[in-house]
Structures are given as C-alpha cells and as structure tokens.
C-alpha cells in the first residue's frame, strides 16, 4: 500500500449507521445546507455591491457575504475531501472566511448605523487585528486547529487547540456587538428605516443562531437535531436580508437593478428548469425505449421556445405582485412624501431665487456708500462732494430701505381688509396722489370708466397696486407721453386696464416680469410688479400683460365684483 | 502723453459717482447707462478701458463684451457685479474680459485693477 493509499484509507467512514432525513444522510444535509448559504450569501453580496459599487457600506456588507461564503465553500471542499491531504488545503479555505466574518459583521453595522466615534474605530482596529493575528498563528504556527479527524457524522473536521479557543470567544465577541448595535439602532429608528434594520437584525440573529452550532462541532460535541440542519438557517437569514433588500429597500438599491435582477433570476431558473426537463425527458426515453430521438429534442426545444414568452410574463407578473407590491396606505404616504418634498424644494427655489435677488439689489447701494463714506474724511470740507454725498448716500439708504420694505410686502403680504371699492374713484385718487410726475414728465391721460359697480377689495392695498402700474408705465415713456386708464365689466369681475404708449416689452421679458427682482429699468427694484400681483391674487383676481415693443403696454387687472 | 480714457458702463448713478470719485483724478472719465450706450461709446474707438456692469438695461454687460468681442474689439474691458457667480466669472474671461470686480469694491482693488488692465503697463 502506497502512503497516499494509507491516508485515503484514513478517510473511509462507516455511514451505515447514520439516519437518513429526507432521503439523504447528515452528512448529505450538511454539505447541501453549506452549499446554499454559499449561493444565497455569495448572491446577495453580489446584488449589494453592484446596487452601490463605489459606496463604502456596500463593499463592506459585499466582503462580509463573501467571507460567509468562504467559509461555507471551503467547508464543503473540506468535509467532502477525497482524502487527508487535500482535507487539509480546503481546511485553510474555511478558517480564513472564519476569521474575518465577525469583524466585517461589525464593521457593516457600524457603516449602516452610522457609527464613527473613536472607540468604535478602536474596536474595530482590535476586530480586525485579532483576524489577521489568528491567519499569521495559522498559517504560519499552525496552532490554532488539530490536524482533520473525523467527528461525529462527518468524515473529517477540525478540533481546536487551546490557543484555537480564541478564535469563537472573538467571534462571539463581535458578532453580539453588532447585534447588539444594530438593537439599539432599531430602537432609535422609525418609518422604513425602522423596516430595514428588523429585517437585517433578525435575519443576522436567526443566521448566528443557525450557524453557531457548527461550533460545537469543532469542540468535539453533536447535537443531534442541531447538527446539521442549524446552517440552513444561514441561508435564511441571506433570504430575509435579500427580500429587505428587494421589498423594503435596504441598501437604498433601486428600482431598476432590483427588478431586473428579480427578472434575470428567475428567467435563469426557468431556462435551466427547461434544459433539465428535455434532459430528463431524454433519458427517460434511453433508459426505457433504448434509443435517443432527435426528433424528441427538438420537439422539446420547440415546446421551450413557445412557452417561454407566456411564462416569462407569468413570471413578472408573480415578482410584481410578491416583491414590488406596497400596500395602498404605504403608496399613500409615499406620495405624500414626494408632494411635500417637491413643495419643500419650490420653497427652497424661491428663497433662493429671493436671497441672489436681494444680494444684488443691496450690494449695489452699498458700494456707493462705502465708497463716499471712505472720502468723507479726506473731503469733509468739500462742499460739492458734500452735495453729491448728501444725494447719493441719502437716495442709497433709501433705496435699500424701499427695498426691505417692498421685500416684506411680498413675502409677507397682509391679508386684505375687504370692503365694496369704488374703483373709478380708486383710480382718480391714485392719479392725484401721481399728479407731479404725471405733470412733469407731460403725460397726457385720459380715463375711460365704463364698469362703475364697486369690487370686493382692500382701498389701501389695492392703490399699491395702482402706484405700482402707473409708475411702471410712467417709466416706460418716452417723449408724447400718453396713459389710459380703462375699466370694464366682464361676467363677476371688473376689468382695470392700465395702458400706456411706451417702449414696450421686450418678447423673451414678458414671462419674467412677475418674477422678484426682475427689471428692465435702470434703477428699478423689481418688486412693483411682483407686489402688485401678490396684492391682487389675495383679492381673488389677476393681471394681464399685453406689450408690443415700441408701440406701448396694457396691464389689465381683473377684481371680483362685490356683489 | 495724454491722460488714459475709461468708459464706465453702470446704470447705477451711484456706482457711476463712486468710481468718478476714485478713478476721477487719475484718469479722463466717460460714462453710460445701458448697454446700447455702451455699445455706441466703445465702438467711437476713443477709449483705453471699459469698466462693465453686468446688469444693465436694453442690453447686458455680457452681451455687451460679446458683440465687442465679435466686431474685433479688442478693448480691455473688467467686468462689475454684484453677482458673486464664478460661472459669470469665468464666461466673461473666456470672452476677453481682463478681470472681474465684485460689488461692493474696495478703492485700491478698483485702482490695482485698472492699472493692470491699462494698455502699456
């Protein structure tokens, strides 16, 4: 007998003995159980990594699935080794995912909850240091297992040696830390969030739970019942983990890659259930009739083409139903989420728009200021610098406060007092007050005041109005200068045309004129506008701009009547 | 030599006043109010320098730099703003301007500018 002959005698195991369950031996059910936990946990570290290749909490939790199915593959090798020798190459396999599943348990939970304080980088620096220590110690010392041996149901496994006992109290160590944190995370949390880490929580738990009892193996113990059948509670724990994932949206994967790899999955499950069903159909035929039919096969490959397409919807159809149905009360939400969440961004938008607005409204009045006042030292005893300072300072200051103050009107308007107004007379008033600059500039108005029945307004506020169009068209005038002012009855409204033969308005300004800070004039704020509509949108009304550059503008603003 | 030409295009009468009273004494001042203004002024030819608001009426500052720039202006233009937008920055630089002056401005920031932008210096 050869000497590799007397180490596979070594290997020969009586299985006579063992129960059988489910038609397979412990030994059997122990290796299938390894192998799914290394399919299901080496898939889900595939499907967070890919959801968020460039993210750190995804290559850490891709890394933790990999070592769980390292250690899942390399046990499988292990305890279906042909003989010693090789037993022990695939025992190395194994130990390495050991050593290395807790501190990257820890580190992933740490990631997903947000942990950074120092003590926590400390522990984390011990985690991993103690995995690295036990390598070396391995590797290099090979004391921390006895050499393989059969144990129990199993033909070959690995006892510890008393440094070995090292490598479960850290495991344990870590794994309840995380565990542990991952609870309080739980607690702390609410909404979807609170979703996820139960899921991740409980899956890890019933993951330990299933897989601790391979510990007992390594120190010599069977628990029957226990052994082997806990290890398929790993792979449960990667199906719950990876249904989070998919339902709940752990890992923040998205919509797309999710279904697509619902999809994907399940269409290659269906195409190698076809493939295995014409193989089986095959055999059947060759093993009974004793011969092979071509004929058969492609009526099979023919049978596989028609019903995949029908299938292949059934089959999005079930994942729809099953992984990416939300309940009503949850779409609810969702949406309500999303409207607050758009209306909270338009806020930002406008504040935004406001605060650019009135940075440069204001900065310009100020560098005025500051210029003048930094020569006011050198030219106190200038009387013409005086002069310009007295007017470009003073019209400064006032600019800024007109600013302040048409800014509080528009943010905050204050509600109208309504009462009947008499728009005709509201017009003549406002005419009055603007009789100066209307006299200056040489305006020619005339009034046209068809609709007399009063409107539902604020006087006060509704003048501000008025002012601010009137001025607008004032500005706007050049040479024979012509204003009109019109009202008319339309159904429940009254009509208030402003009209003058000014510049006009540019095509491409009309849509921005409303908008705070917009102007066209030199000078001018931008508010007018902007105040007038927010004043006459509080009335329940609205204003028109028709403008032909060159040829003038017409504003037109529409009131409820009061009756 | 004759004293150096500086077009200032605000239409702002206080920035206008402002920069008459630092650069005034040194320099031959003229000003305009919108950019059409501008535009006609530039274009007389009779200018060392143009200081440029971005924001003014009829037409802006940027367009103003824009057609100068596409007739084979070559005039020395420094932009004004009180827009503080490094976009705006670097797309007036990319189309000639010397430099970019933000609102309000310090006395010897406006000085130090117009003399590095001044031809022969």
Redesign the interface.
């Known amino acids: 007998m050869t000497p590799l002959e007397q180490i596979q005698n070594l290997l020969v195991v009586e299985t006579a003995g063992i129960p059988r369950l489910f038609g397979m031996s412990l030994l059997e059910h122990h290796i299938l159980a390894l192998i799914l936990t290394a399919i299901t946990t080496l898939a889900l570290g595939l499907l967070v990594f890919i959801a968020g290749p460039n993210k750190r909490l995804n290559q850490i939790f891709g890394l933790y699935s990999l070592s769980i199915s390292w250690w899942a593959i390399g046990e499988t090798l292990f305890v279906s080794s042909p003989n010693l020798f090789i037993a022990e190459t695939y025992a190395d396999i194994e130990w390495t995912g050991v050593f290395f599943i807790a501190p990257i348990f820890f580190h992933s939970v740490c990631l997903l909850t947000s942990l950074r304080s120092s003590w926590i980088r400390t522990v984390l620096r011990i985690a991993y240091g103690s995995s690295f220590l036990f390598l070396a110690l391995h590797f290099l010392f090979d004391i921390i297992a006895l050499d393989p041996q059969p144990v129990a149901y199993l033909p070959v496994y690995n006892l510890l040696t008393p440094v070995g006992f090292l490598v479960p109290i850290t495991f344990f160590v870590f794994v309840n830390l995380g565990l542990w944190k991952l609870c309080s995370a739980y607690r702390q949390s609410s909404g979807q969030r609170r979703i996820q880490l139960r899921f991740l929580f409980w899956g890890s738990l019933i993951g330990y739970l299933g897989g601790s009892p391979d510990w007992f193996l390594i120190f010599g113990f069977h628990v029957p019942g226990l052994n082997p059948f806990g290890i398929y509670g790993v792979s449960l724990y990667s199906i719950a983990i990876t249904y989070a994932v998919f339902q709940h949206r752990l890992f923040n994967v998205n919509l797309v890659i999710r279904k697509s790899l619902v999809y994907s999955l399940l269409v290659t499950l269906l195409t190698v259930g076809y493939f295995s069903l014409v193989y089986v159909i095959e055999r059947i035929f060759q093993t009974t009739l004793g011969y092979q039919s071509v004929g058969l096969s492609m009526a099979a490959f023919a049978l596989m083409a028609l019903m995949f397409q029908p299938l292949k919807v059934g089959i999005q159809r079930f994942v729809d139903r099953v992984f990416f149905r939300a309940p009503r009360e949850a779409l609810v939400r969702q949406v309500e989420r999303l409207e607050e969440e758009v209306r909270q961004t338009e806020r930002l938008k406008a504040v935004s728009t406001l605060a ?1 607005g009135l ?3 204001i ?10 006042t ?2 006011l030292g050198a030219r106190a005893n200038d009387p013409a610098f005086l002069a ?1 300072f007295q007017k ?1 300072v003073g ?2 200051v006032e600019r800024i406060n007109l600013i302040v103050q048409q800014l509080l009107e528009f943010a905050k308007p204050v509600p109208p007092k309504l009462a009947p107004v008499d728009v005709p007379s509201l017009l003549n008033e406002t005419l009055d007050l603007l009789s100066n600059e209307l006299v200056s500039r040489h305006v020619e108005v005339s009034r046209n005041y068809q609709a007399t029945t009063p409107v539902l307004g604020d006087s006060q506020q509704l003048k501000q109005v008025f002012i601010n169009l009137i001025l607008n068209s004032l500005q706007a005038m050049n040479g024979a200068a012509r204003l009109e002012l019109r009202t008319a009855r339309e159904d429940t409204t009254v009509l208030v045309t402003v009209a003058d033969n000014g510049a006009g308005i540019a095509e491409q300004d009309l849509p921005r004129l409303f908008e705070p800070f917009f102007t ?4 001018g704020t931008g508010l007018g506008l902007a105040v007038a509509q927010g004043i006459v949108k509080e009335h329940g009304g609205h204003i028109e701009i028709a403008s032909r550059p060159g040829h003038g503008t017409a504003i037109t603003v529409s009131l409820p009547l009061a009756t | 030599m004759g004293r150096m030409r500086i077009l200032i295009a605000d239409d702002e009468e206080g920035i206008r006043e402002s920069l008459n009273l630092i650069l005034g004494e040194e320099y031959d001042l003229a000003f305009a109010t919108d950019g059409e203004q501008t535009l006609a002024k530039a274009k007389e030819g009779a200018y060392d320098l143009l200081l440029l608001d971005i924001k003014m009426p009829k037409l802006d500052g940027m367009e103003v730099l824009r057609r100068l720039r596409a007739d084979g202006d070559g005039l020395p233009v420094l932009m004004l703003t009180a827009y503080q937008s490094v976009e705006l920055a670097k797309e007036a630089v990319k189309l000639g301007a010397r430099d970019y002056l933000p609102k309000p401005f310090e006395r010897e920031q406006i000085l130090a500018a117009v003399r590095g932008a001044l031809p022969g210096r």
Request: no cysteine; proline share 8%.
């Open positions: 650019a940075a440069h409204e900065k310009n009045p100020l560098a005025s200021i500051k210029t003048f930094d020569y310009k470009i019209g400064e066209t004039k030199p000078g």
